[in-house]
């Protein structure tokens, strides 16, 4: 993560909508790890769930300016290069979201894991999880 970025995500953290923090509950409440204002390569996301390689971003009316829409576009081209699957949900919609579909989501394997993380710039928590999840596979075998 780069320092200026790193700040950014900090401080956004910090000052989170009232959708996010719905949001945020919800993705509590499930049995779902996930990253708030996390760095996903070149941008900073809402919502990070790396084991899925799920993306969840909480959009504003912000969102609805034709300017706007052609840089999110941008951006999630972007992020599915990566190999993440990235989900919009408009700020209204964000208390009756459903998580099951997030959740259904299959869990993506450890070489899966670190090629996606890596080129996020979480490489070494990537590197890491990737190792302990080999082990507890081996451990089931």
Do not use: C
Request: proline share 4%; charged share 35%; aromatic share 8%.
């Amino acid at each position: 993560m780069t320092k200026r970025l790193g700040k950014y995500a900090k401080r956004m953290r910090r000052a989170p909508t009232s959708a996010e923090l719905i949001m945020l509950g919800r993705l509590e409440m499930s049995k779902l790890k996930f990253k708030h204002q996390a760095e996903a390569g070149a941008y900073i996301v809402d919502f990070m769930i790396p084991s899925r390689l799920v993306i969840i971003e909480v959009d504003g009316s912000y969102h609805d300016k034709p300017e706007v829409q052609a840089k999110d576009v941008k951006r999630q081209s972007y992020l599915e290069t990566l190999g993440f699957k990235v989900i919009r949900v408009k700020n209204e919609d964000a208390a009756s979201f459903d998580l099951s579909g997030v959740e259904d989501t299959p869990e993506a394997t450890p070489q899966e894991l670190g090629r996606v993380m890596g080129k996020s710039g979480a490489w070494r928590t990537a590197m890491h999880r990737a190792k302990y999840r080999r082990i507890k596979e081996r451990a089931r075998k």
